[in-house]
């Protein structure tokens, strides 16, 4: 991969990590933050070749995120 594009990716990864990991109060936040740690991180395991994990990750993702949202709606009711 061009090293510029891994920096880029690792530092969206890494964002979205530290968001992750620092945001408290509202969930919202938090899920869009696992979001960004995603799409920062499936580069990384396009580039060593796992295609299949990759397309399994892509395709889990915003599948779980549209449940933890359907759970975070229902807690605040």
């Known amino acids: ?3 510029a594009l891994e920096i880029a990716f690792g ?3 890494l964002a979205g990590a530290l ?3 620092l945001l408290k109060d509202p969930p919202y936040a938090k899920l869009i933050a696992l979001g960004i740690l995603v799409s920062g ?3 990384f ?3 060593r070749g ?3 994990v990759a397309i399994v990750a892509s395709l889990i ?3 779980s995120t549209i449940f933890v ?3 975070v709606r229902r807690a605040e009711t």
């Open 1 to 3: 991969m061009i090293l």
């Open 11 to 13: 530092l969206i990864a």
């Open 19 to 21: 968001s992750a990991a």
């Open 41 to 43: 991180a499936l580069p």
């Open 45 to 47: 395991i396009v580039d």
């Open 50 to 52: 796992y295609l299949d």
């Open 61 to 63: 993702a915003p599948i």
């Open 69 to 71: 949202l359907m759970a």
